[in-house]
């Protein structure tokens, strides 16, 4: 009996592991796909004002 429920908190702790990780790799995609788009937009900002000022 002792066994099946340590056996469950073990199931648990590695759905919580495996939660966590997912959750991680999910929110450190988000920042490396928005940080080079954040520059890109500043970099093509920049682009459309020299533009401007070379007319």
């Not at 056996?7 to 928005?34: D, P």
């Amino acid at each position: 009996m002792p066994y099946e429920q340590f056996n469950k908190k073990k199931k648990k702790k590695t759905i919580y592991l495996i939660i966590a990780l997912i959750a991680t790799v999910a929110i450190g995609g988000m920042v490396y796909w928005l940080w080079p788009k954040k520059e890109t937009k500043t970099e093509t900002k920049s682009q459309t004002e020299q533009k401007i000022s070379q007319l």
